[in-house]
């Protein structure tokens, strides 16, 4: 069964430190895995996209590392500002005859404090 | 750029009654997506469309839903009729292709009574 697995659930940090959130996905066969970031009230955000060839993408603070061998993913932030609150989500997508199917995971809710 | 417009932003309905949700894509944008996001169920994919075509409506729950994208500016959901249980948000989101970023609109926060 495709399935997308993060952990932790929440997690509450003091702004300024960094944090490693953790995705762990058997989804097959895969195409890609996204990190979205989602605000309270608004739509999700995309962070990072990588494909099965790719083990490393930055997008600013933020660091999403894949490894498709042992199907994990993590999103590193760096120097947490309060704006860093909000939900992560990770998404693996996989191909199927119609295109691509999204597994989408519960997301971790991130609470950064000053 | 505007960015993906959804409409309306609120809807509070009685049960039985139909609901259209609206969506405008990104100017470019091949591929449009509905999803739904409750609490208990986190984001689910409803249905997504390349090229004005119905791709993949797997995620859609039952016959009262149904979505159309009759041009490439414009896509609905609809609800018919609606029940309590589909109280939820509703997203829309496109990207250039499928296995592109999507980009999503602010939702519709919909509640049915």
């Known amino acids: 069964k495709n399935q997308v697995e993060q952990s932790p659930q929440s997690l509450i940090i003091l702004e300024g430190k960094n944090c490693t959130l953790q995705?762990?996905?058997?989804?097959?066969?895969?195409?890609?895995l996204r990190w979205y970031k989602q605000d309270t009230g608004r739509g999700p955000v995309s962070l990072t996209i990588m494909t099965f060839s790719e083990n490393t993408k930055s997008n600013g603070r933020y660091t999403a590392t894949l490894d498709a061998d042992t199907k994990q993913s993590s999103l590193h932030i760096t120097a947490s500002q309060l704006s860093d609150s909000a939900s992560y989500i990770c998404v693996v997508s996989a191909q199927n005859n119609y295109g691509q199917n999204f597994v989408f995971g519960p997301g971790t809710r991130l609470s950064v404090l000053p | 750029d505007a960015g993906v417009i959804q409409s309306p932003r609120h809807e509070v309905t009685e049960m039985g009654q139909e609901v259209t949700l609206r969506c405008k894509p990104i100017s470019g944008h091949n591929s449009l997506f509905w999803y739904r996001q409750t609490m208990m169920r986190g984001l689910e994919l409803l249905i997504y469309?390349?090229?004005?075509?119905?791709?993949?409506d797997s995620g859609m729950p039952e016959d009262r839903f149904s979505a159309k994208m009759p041009n490439a500016s414009f896509s609905t959901l609809k609800i018919q009729p609606s029940e309590p249980r589909d109280s939820a948000v509703y997203f829309c989101?496109?990207?250039?292709?499928?296995?592109?970023?999507?980009?999503f609109g602010d939702g519709t926060r919909l509640s049915i009574l």
């Open positions: 989101a496109s990207s250039f292709t499928g296995d592109q970023p999507q980009h």
């Open positions: 469309f390349n090229n004005n075509v119905p791709i993949d």
């Open positions: 995705c762990n996905y058997t989804v097959s066969p895969f195409s890609n």
